[in-house]
């Protein structure tokens, strides 16, 4: 189903502010209808083999020598650093700033959902489900784990969660995935692998 292209400004709509309010209720709805969907998903995941690339890009050489990449360390691959993840979850539970590595991992594997079956049935289905619960868990104002991110990136998924506009969500989702990214690995990476040298 195509939804014509929404309009870049939302000022003038005086209904869009209500209407984003009322996406929190909406959604927890349509992930309540979905739950059997969630738990296909957990079955995808577990059946599938291991992917050559995420959301961070191309999967890297590893240099054993050398200290790990935030990239590495958030992928899901079995031969990537599970006890470094675990650190890193730690260290930022401890500055505050957890929510920020749980919506990368949620996001790194339903980016991979997205990837392993776009075209199969249920497809839509299932990835707006999980999509509605990334959302309510870390976009909405009263999530669990709210991000610290722009208000226009929120607002924006959050519309689109309202239109059930999928591949706009997946994009928002994507851009917000990038921008969490940039403010991990320049500020709070860097200095978790000081602290953990130091150990």
């Not at 360390?73 to 650093?81: A, C, G, H, K, T």
């Not at 999509?131 to 999530?143: E, G, L, R, S, T």
Request: hydrophobic share 40%.
């Amino acid at each position: 189903m195509t939804h014509a292209p929404r309009a870049n400004s939302v000022q003038g709509d005086k209904n869009h502010a209500s209407k984003v309010k009322q996406s929190g209720r909406r959604s927890k709805a349509l992930a309540k209808s979905c739950s059997s969907m969630l738990n296909v998903a957990s079955a995808c995941e577990l059946h599938v083999p291991a992917r050559r690339s995420s959301i961070f890009g191309p999967r890297p050489v590893r240099d054993s020598m050398s200290t790990p990449r935030l990239a590495e360390v958030l992928s899901f691959r079995e031969d990537n650093y599970p006890t470094a993840r675990v650190d890193f979850v730690r260290y930022t539970r401890a500055r505050a700033c957890e929510e920020n590595v749980l919506f990368l991992m949620e996001f790194e594997k339903f980016h991979t959902l997205v990837e392993r079956t776009r075209g199969q049935d249920k497809y839509h289905e299932l990835v707006m489900a999980i999509a509605v619960k990334i959302v309510d868990d870390y976009v909405h104002d009263q999530a669990l784990h709210p991000l610290n991110i722009d208000s226009k990136l929120k607002t924006q998924v959050l519309g689109y969660i309202l239109d059930c506009d999928l591949e706009n969500i997946i994009l928002s989702l994507s851009s917000i995935a990038k921008e969490i990214v940039a403010i991990l690995e320049y500020g709070v990476w860097e200095q978790f692998v000081e602290w953990r040298r130091s150990q």
